[in-house]
């Protein structure tokens, strides 16, 4: 796992969560996506026990993570919350990470999205989607590739890859948290 994720910027199937944890996670989802915007940017903080599961879930994983206080939501589905999301890569930190400008670079090369999917996703359900390599230089030859997920699963990623995901193209309802972690080196 270590090495995908240094090489191509992610890495998937990894399944920390029994049923019990998961049905904790999808009821604080439904009241997380009642929060306004900023509400479910600061999830760490309106949920503690997300970050606890997570804090758990991390010291289970193949790296040596240190979760960071920041951790958001995002739901997606085919009724008003469809839309597509451009490649990009997650630069902009919230205000209370308190990381100077100068520093905050140097602080996302060393840092890991850990993203619980907590339902089934491909290509046409909402999937994220990334430009492998990209997090290594702008100039990445490769190709989009969609990954895939199931109902639990974490995708580690770095938080320079490139990536985005499509609009729907079928009913579905795609619910994710992410948090930024740091490799302890």
Known sequence: MKNELDTFGFTQRYFPFN????????SIAKEASLLTTEGRK?????FPLVKQLFEQATKK??????????CFYIEKNTNDRNWPLLFHKDINLPD????ADNNKMDFLENAIMFRLTLDTSDK???AIKVIPK??????SKEKEVFVDTKEGEVIF???LLL???????RPHTRRVFQALCIEVK
């Open 19 to 26: 049923a019990n944890e998961l049905d904790t996670l999808k």
């Open 42 to 46: 600061n999830i760490f903080n309106n």
């Open 61 to 70: 994983s193949h790296f040596n993570l240190e979760l960071t206080d920041y």
């Open 96 to 99: 209370y990470m308190d990381i």
């Open 124 to 126: 046409d359900t909402g």
């Open 134 to 139: 990209s997090h290594l230089n702008d100039e």
């Open 157 to 159: 990623f770095k938080p």
């Open 163 to 169: 990536h985005g995901s499509n609009k729907m193209k």
